[in-house]
């Protein structure tokens, strides 16, 4: 096995560097994905490929100043992270090195670790009981902050030997021993490293049939997305991605919160981590970062790192969903990642595939978007990870690769519209492009909270928008007041679900967040109102009194008007609506009758 720093000798030496990219001579006991350390700085990096004896590697830190015959120490590890309950409301670099609150701090070359505040530990093992990997060991709490599962490492199962009282102790400090079944002594931490792209094991897989609820209509109503499932969220620049991610991650009803920023610019990086920290939980009143775990990783930094940030963020994940908790990671962009791959397999001389990224393009992507699951964690708890990706693609062309291997390994799709964004319409979700492969599963858990006629009214609503699509290029041909009134009656109804509903902005304190009673209440009137309108066309109401019923202010106006402690005021708007309609259907109907009758007379 090839030696460590301390170890005093080097296992083998650089021999040529271009950008993050070496290629190494060595002593042929190095391993493909082995963490290695490089130069007197010991910057961090992983062997990626084996010619021989050589090697070629990346180096996750700026390689500026190495030079050829600078020594390469290996660890005999795979690339991995050091996972603990101080995790929980840092800020972290793509190696989950903390980085201070203070965004113009740098990050030492070759620091892997910063001592950690002490924790308050409470044992919950004995000496003499026996462990197995992923039991949990005791709770930890960070001063102020919430109680957290600390774990036995998956791999380490034996006999307890010693356990420490309950005190405050550091993430590195030895808390417990373990003596396995072949006599060798394990001492552990309230932390321990785990491979990044290794996922870490659970029990069971269990089927994602509950919803991840957002607190955005348009998500929750119509392109829901499950607990342990996955979506992702492609857009231009300016549709409002990084926005709906924040409004995602502050209403969502996820346990933690796992925020990735990869590869985006440094100064729109930078107004993330200067707002998220501020950020309130609506839930608990406290700041959101409680409940958070930042990996900030801009286009300025090392690109090999942000090529490692994203599986350093689904493993933080899985670590938090271990302990039983329901987790959503917020990955922006996913682009960015795919352009990292693509930098290095061009240095490491791939052939390219299409777009010039390299051909496991693909692969990489399913690996990821695999990670999220529900499962029965080993300590026999329930957990989930939510992946929600955001891709940037060129031009908001959706056909680039990367687009479409998205799309094949996701269950949720909810493309960003420019030409909505442009009207200030959002979220910029284009209704007709999104997809929810969950949707149908969900119905159970919708009709088990009172909402059997969900899953209806969700198909009655695409229907409508879909119909509206196709009665607009119409009505720019002929124009609107040439339509048939039952056409002119769906443009109108079409019209107010876009704005009644599916508009909903970020920054009102009333509409900011949707609960499931509130858009319950909202479907329901809707619903019923399109309902009453067809009708009332069906006894003879002319469409333009329609149009300009009264009613129709107050119904597009309704989601910043009438908030959650006023759900009755949704009766009320909708008892309002069938007097005015009944009020239009009652000459229409006399005038039938009549008509009817002068018909029977001749």
Not at 406 to 423: E, I, K, S, Y
Not at 520 to 545: K, N, S, Y
Request: aromatic share 6%; charged share 20%; with cysteine.
């Amino acid at each position: 096995m090839s030696q460590a720093p301390e170890g005093g000798r080097a296992g083998a030496r650089v021999v040529s560097l271009n950008g993050p990219v070496l290629r190494c001579a060595g002593d042929g006991t190095f391993g493909i994905n082995e963490a290695i350390e490089v130069g007197t700085r010991c910057l961090s990096g992983e062997v990626l490929r084996l010619e021989g004896r050589d090697f070629v590697a990346q180096v996750y830190e700026d390689t500026t100043g190495l030079r050829p015959g600078d020594p390469v120490y290996g660890t005999g590890l795979p690339l991995a992270v050091r996972l603990s309950p101080a995790l929980l409301g840092g800020i972290f670099d793509g190696l989950l090195r903390p980085l201070s609150g203070a965004v113009a701090d740098y990050v030492l070359p070759g620091c892997l670790h910063e001592e950690s505040p002490p924790l308050q530990f409470a044992p919950a093992l004995r000496v003499g009981e026996a462990v197995t990997g992923g039991m949990v060991l005791g709770e930890a709490r960070k001063q102020g902050g919430r109680a957290q599962r600390c774990l036995v490492p998956p791999d380490v199962s034996g006999r307890v030997t010693e356990i420490v009282p309950a005190g405050p102790y550091t993430d590195r400090q030895i808390v417990c021993r373990v003596v396995t079944a072949g006599g060798q002594e394990r001492p552990l931490s309230l932390s321990h490293r785990w491979p990044v792209r290794q996922p870490r094991p659970a029990a069971a897989r269990l089927p994602a049939d509950a919803p991840l609820l957002t607190g955005q209509r348009i998500i929750d109503a119509l392109f829901p997305v499950a607990r342990g499932s996955c979506a992702a969220m492609p857009g231009g620049f300016g549709t409002g991605k990084t926005v709906l991610q924040q409004s995602i991650a502050k209403w969502c009803d996820a346990d933690v919160i796992v925020y990735v920023g990869c590869g985006e610019r440094g100064n729109e990086m930078a107004e993330v981590l200067h707002e998220f920290p501020g950020l309130e939980d609506p839930r608990t009143g406290r700041p959101l970062m409680e409940r958070s775990v930042v990996i900030a990783n801009t286009s300025n930094m090392p690109v090999a790192a942000r090529e490692a940030s994203i599986y350093t963020g689904v493993t933080v994940a899985e670590y938090f969903r271990d302990q039983g908790l329901h987790v959503a990671l917020m990955a922006d962009s996913t682009s960015r990642w795919a352009e990292a791959l693509r930098e290095i397999s061009g240095r490491l001389g791939e052939l390219p595939a299409e777009g010039g990224y390299p051909a496991y393009l693909g692969t990489r992507k399913a690996e990821f978007y695999e990670r999220a699951a529900r499962v029965t964690t080993l300590a026999g708890a329930e957990g989930s990870v939510t992946l929600i990706g955001a891709v940037s693609p060129p031009g908001g062309d959706f056909s680039e690769p990367v687009t479409l291997h998205t799309q094949r390994n996701v269950r949720g799709f909810w493309p960003l519209d420019r030409d909505r964004a442009r009207a200030r319409f959002y979220p910029a979700i284009h209704p007709l492009q999104a997809y929810s492969e969950d949707a149908p599963g969900l119905a159970a858990w919708w009709r088990g909270q009172g909402h059997g006629d969900r899953e209806r009214q969700r198909q009655r609503f695409l229907t409508l928008l879909e119909q509206e699509a196709h009665l607009q290029r119409m009505a720019r041909i002929v124009g609107k007041e040439a339509l048939p009134p039952k056409q002119r009656l769906t443009l109108l109804n079409a019209g107010l679900l876009n704005e009644a509903f599916l508009r909903q902005s970020s920054y009102s304190k009333i509409d900011c967040f949707a609960s499931p009673a509130r858009q319950t209440a909202m479907m329901r009137l809707l619903d019923r109102f399109f309902d009453a309108t067809e009708a009332a066309l069906q006894a003879g109401a002319p469409v333009a009194a329609l149009e300009t019923l009264p009613v129709l202010r107050r119904l597009r106006r309704m989601a910043e008007e009438i908030g959650d402690d006023a759900l009755a005021q949704f009766e009320a708007l909708l008892a309002q609506a069938e007097t005015e309609l009944a009020q239009l259907r009652a000459p229409a109907e006399a005038a039938q009758a009549a008509g009817a009758e002068a018909g029977h007379a001749l």
